[in-house]
């Protein structure tokens, strides 16, 4: 069955510092790769996507992701994390044109 | 930029009520989706909906659910007989054909 890792629970870094949270996934082909992002209370905001082409994505607010094949990943980076950046954070894969499944998230706290 | 709607923000309820919760998805989308997420928990995937039937459903989505587009531009949830688990954050989203799913702001269930 398809499934998505995040062995990150949850995750402190220092405002400035740099960040990667992993994800890893199951699929028998290279399916639709997402980073989402949700504050409290809020929607999902989707920070970049993974189609094809470039293994390397950027995405919005200075994210970017790397598609890693041979390892099934897709990690999230951030050279220099803001306070703002403090969230949760949700790997996720896309099947064809239908659902998505979700990472069980990593949560992100950023220390002045 | 068009974006994904939905009403209520927060619907109280008593167990056993029916509820409906409405999406208006971005007008030329085709394929529409609902999804829950229980708190503090990852977000799973209930429905997809394509050409006016289901498309797919995930085991969550029992006969107490059901979905329907009623008009051009509206897309329901539908609980017919509310229990307590059944308090989460319901989403909505919607796609063209492929690629990115553009997710609502959520409503907030809550059974008592």
């Known amino acids: 069955a398809q499934s998505v890792t995040q062995p990150d629970i949850h995750i402190t870094v220092s405002e400035g510092a740099s960040l990667e949270l992993r994800c890893n996934y199951s699929?028998?082909?290279?399916?639709?790769l997402f980073w989402y992002v949700q504050s409290p209370g809020q929607g999902l905001q989707l920070l970049l996507k993974?189609?094809?082409?470039?293994?390397l994505v950027q995405g919005i607010k200075g994210f970017e992701a790397e598609f890693k094949r041979s390892q099934s990943s897709f990690n999230l980076r951030k050279p220099s994390v803001h306070w703002s950046d403090a969230a949760e954070y949700f790997c996720a894969v896309g099947l064809n044109t239908d659902k998505l499944i979700f990472g069980t998230g990593t949560r992100l706290q950023v220390f002045p | 930029e068009p974006e994904v709607t939905q009403t209520p923000s927060h619907q109280v309820t008593q167990m056993g009520q029916e509820v409906i919760l409405r999406c208006v998805p971005i007008?030329?989308?085709?394929?529409f989706y609902w999804y829950r997420q229980i708190l503090g928990q990852k977000v799973e995937f209930l429905v997809s909906?394509?050409?006016?039937?289901?498309?797919?459903k995930s085991e969550i989505f029992d006969d107490q659910f059901s979905v329907e587009r009623p008009d051009g531009s509206n897309f329901t949830l539908k609980i017919r007989s509310t229990k307590l688990e059944d308090s989460a954050m319901y989403f909505c989203a919607s796609i063209v054909l492929r690629g990115e799913q553009y997710f609502g702001p959520g409503t907030r269930l809550t059974v008592t």
């Open positions: 699929y028998g082909a290279t399916p639709y």
């Open positions: 007008s030329n989308h085709l394929y």
């Open positions: 993974y189609f094809s082409g470039d293994t």
């Open positions: 909906f394509y050409n006016n039937e289901i498309s797919e």
